[in-house]
């Protein structure tokens, strides 16, 4: 089945600086990859995604590229805000239909004022 | 707005009793899952069902059930709790006929085994 992998579990940055949060995955049919955020106590809320006829993405200050041949793929967030400071998960669908979601273990991201 | 919901939000049990977990969302989905979080460990799949009369095994279904009673119901079941289950547990939806695979979450149940 499919493996995703996160990385780093926490990243701490001060407003204003970039954060990058990468995942690889196992699974060379997975062709769906969502990031969510999760805020403390809330539930995890679809931030971005990208399907794999697509390099890169973009959303204001957050995108997101994918390296099908690598199998990775990455979250950007730029002039990070205290606001960013939450829980991110990387997901991956399971196999090329759209089907269940496996996500990495999350990242930590503590925006400092 | 169309929503998510769980109950009860919060549940503390004993080891060895019966629990349930309800889930019921508005947003006419035809597919829902249920998944737990434990700190450091994401979410982890329980069960899934893309239909009302299709249920299906996630990765970890072991101590688990779950009943489809509606297109907008479905509930998660502990037979017989015990304290590793103890964890945060959140329902989805995501609808099969938009095109889109994006999952909606409902706002969690922290259940705790004493």
């Known amino acids: 089945g499919e493996n995703v992998e996160q990385h780093p579990s926490t990243l701490s940055v001060q407003e204003g600086d970039s954060a990058v949060i990468k995942c690889t995955y196992s699974d060379s049919a997975s062709n769906y990859f969502p990031w969510y955020k999760q805020e403390l106590g809330k539930r995890p809320q679809l931030i971005i995604d990208i399907r794999s006829n697509v390099g890169e993405k973009k959303d204001q200050r957050i995108a997101v590229t994918l390296n099908k041949t690598a199998k990775h793929f990455s979250l950007h967030i730029t002039e990070t805000q205290p606001e960013d400071s939450a829980v991110y998960f990387c997901a991956a669908n399971r196999g090329s239909g759209y089907s269940t979601l496996t996500f990495g273990k999350g990242t930590m991201l503590l925006v400092s004022p | 707005d169309a929503d998510v919901t769980q109950t009860p939000r919060n549940r503390i049990t004993k080891t060895g009793k019966r629990i349930m977990l309800e889930c019921s969302q508005t947003?006419?989905?035809?597919?829902m899952y249920w998944y737990r979080q434990d700190p450091g460990l994401g979410l982890r799949l329980i069960y899934y069902?893309?239909?009302?009369?299709?249920?299906n095994k996630g990765e970890i279904s072991d101590g688990y059930s779950v009943s489809r009673q509606a297109q907008a119901k479905f509930s998660l079941s502990l037979e017989s709790a015990i304290p590793n289950q103890t964890a945060l547990y959140f329902c989805?939806?995501?609808?099969?006929?938009?095109?889109?695979?994006?999952?909606?979450f409902g706002p969690g149940t922290r259940l705790t085994v004493l």
């Open positions: 069902s893309f239909d009302v009369k299709d249920i």
């Open positions: 989805a939806t995501s609808d099969r006929g938009s095109g889109s695979p994006t999952q909606y």
């Open positions: 947003k006419g989905h035809d597919r």
